[in-house]
């Protein structure tokens, strides 16, 4: 099954050489993806705001690739500051609660001072009820 590239339409993804999301087989590898709100280029300053505009995103682009929430086997978490990791945590319970993937979080810098969450994930499809 050949590759195929899953793009958000963001600036940054052409201006650094880098896709939103790949697909290779049954495997979707989502780029770490902050909280920007893609349509209007904008990011909150509340860092649980930020970590459910991020998942919006990563939702999006599994869509986009014929995934769902419940596909992710992986995800890793990283923050600047590990005070705004407890706050994150009823947002990842939201859209992590059922899929309740392997998971990581680092405290480490991220490109951009706004930037206070980034998140990135791996899928893995599985047939669906009804499917061959």
Not at 60 to 66: P, V
């Amino acid at each position: 099954m050949p590759r195929s590239r899953i793009s958000s339409g963001s600036r940054f993804e052409e201006e650094i050489g880098y896709s939103r999301a790949l697909v290779d087989g049954d495997w979707i590898f989502v780029s770490g993806t902050t909280g920007y709100d893609y349509a209007t280029m904008t990011i909150a300053p509340d860092v649980a705001e930020q970590c459910e505009q991020a998942f919006r995103n990563i939702e999006a682009a599994l869509k986009q690739a014929g995934g769902r929430m419940d596909d992710v086997v992986r995800a890793t978490y990283y923050l600047p500051d590990r005070a705004d990791w407890p706050p994150c945590w009823p947002v990842v319970k939201k859209w992590m609660g059922r899929a309740r993937p392997a998971a990581t979080m680092l405290c480490t810098g991220l490109q951009a001072p706004e930037m206070r969450i980034e998140i990135e994930v791996t899928a893995r499809l599985r047939r669906r009820e009804g499917e061959r």
